[in-house]
């Protein structure tokens, strides 16, 4: 069985998570009796959750995430979910998140308040609650609201062009992810496929009165059409996991913002 955690280590997990679950944020500290629970990010033999043959009895720092224990049996109970990889997100996150809530510097508001505008205006602006709605239908047809995620980036960024690249660096990679993932899609919707005439083939038609644009497939050659088909459906399933990842990261660290639109 595992050898007792060494008290540093205790000490490191607990002082850099502010001794909260990283998941829910609970505190784990109060009235006496601490219900915190160090939980294996790769299990402590071969055969329990996440278990590596090569890693048997690896209580080091690296190897630990602080948990509640309603937060560590739902971990423990879904491998699938929570993933080694997803557990080192998780608590790079936090510890991040506790390291900047803590940093003692007079700027440290300041920055935080230009991230929360700049999501603010974006989200006012954009159907992001709608996102999957949007493009659930792709690679048939989208949605023309769909393009607002584009058009309103660049707007914000005439708007307020101090306030990106956003601060928190975390939010910056998810936001800069989601925003690729949109650009990667939008080179397929916009695209025109030449033929031998000089002649251009839209991929996706002009919008309709439901305001929704279709795939071209009367008017591009099969193979054409299915090659186009594959990408999309690759880049859709890209696009909703950096969005999935964005918001995720927002209703956890930035729950003042507001995220429905007036707009649409
Ligand atoms: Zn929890």
Redesign the pocket.
């Known amino acids: 069985m595992s050898r007792a955690i060494n008290s540093s280590v205790i000490k490191r997990l607990y002082g850099l998570s502010a001794g909260r679950?990283n998941?829910?944020k609970?505190l784990l500290l109060e009235e006496s009796v601490h219900i915190g629970e160090m939980a294996h990010i790769i299990a402590n033999s071969s055969n329990g959750t996440r278990g590596d043959i090569s890693n048997t009895n690896d209580n080091s720092y690296n190897n630990l995430i602080l948990?509640?224990p309603?937060?560590h049996a739902r971990v423990d109970q879904d491998p699938f979910n929570f993933t080694v990889e997803r557990l080192h997100q998780i608590k790079n996150e936090h510890e991040s998140f506790i390291a900047n809530a803590t940093d003692f510097n007079i700027l440290t508001d300041k920055k935080r308040s230009s991230d929360v505008l700049f999501l603010n205006s974006y989200f006012r602006f954009t159907p992001f609650e709608r996102t999957r709605y949007l493009v659930d239908t792709l690679p048939n047809s989208f949605h023309i609201h769909f393009l607002s995620f584009g058009d309103m980036f660049d707007a914000i960024l005439l708007d307020l062009p101090a306030s990106y690249p956003l601060n928190d660096l975390h939010l910056q990679g998810k936001f800069n992810n989601f925003i690729l993932a949109y650009h990667s899609i939008y080179e397929c919707l916009q695209e025109q496929i030449p033929t031998f005439n000089d002649m251009r083939i839209e991929v996706f038609l002009g919008a309709n009165a439901n305001g929704y644009c279709h795939f071209n497939y009367k008017g591009l050659p099969y193979d054409v059409a299915n090659e186009k088909e594959n990408v999309l459906i690759n880049r859709k399933f890209i696009f909703l996991q950096a969005f999935d990842d964005l918001l995720q990261y927002i209703r956890t660290y930035y729950q003042e913002v507001e995220m429905s639109s007036n707009y649409f």
């Open positions: 679950c998941i829910c609970a948990l509640c309603n937060d």
